[in-house]
């Protein structure tokens, strides 16, 4: 795992948000996967910055509950209407072509799968160093 990797999940957990986003192209290829900070200006972000390739994107929380869906970089279903507001507040500007898309939060689910294994190890090495001092 790269450090900028780390560093980006530790701004995504800074942001006390996390879920999974799934990018689908427009041409035929493979579904990207990211785990992203569920931010309303990260979502827009991510939207505006790669929603232009997308055929759509799906974005759920950690527990697979749908936050928002998109259909070629518009807003599709998002359940949440207030979240919905406040990510139409950040987009529209970026769609308008008034500013570009800012950072996006966001790190591939195969990166932050090995981050978490790695910690979920250092702690169980932790506790078994405990547990032979005890």
Known sequence: MHSEEEQMIGKIM???TMGYAYIYPRENG???EYMVALTAENLANLIGG???DAQKIIVTDV?????????LGMLDT???QRLCGEIIRHLAPIQMEEKAAGEILAVSREAAEEYFAKEE????MAECRMQEMA
């Open 14 to 16: 800074d942001t006390e």
């Open 30 to 32: 493979p579904r990207e």
């Open 50 to 52: 790669k929603g232009i």
């Open 63 to 71: 527990l697979d509950r749908l936050v928002v869906s998109t259909r």
């Open 78 to 80: 998002c359940p949440d």
């Open 121 to 124: 190890q250092e702690a169980v």
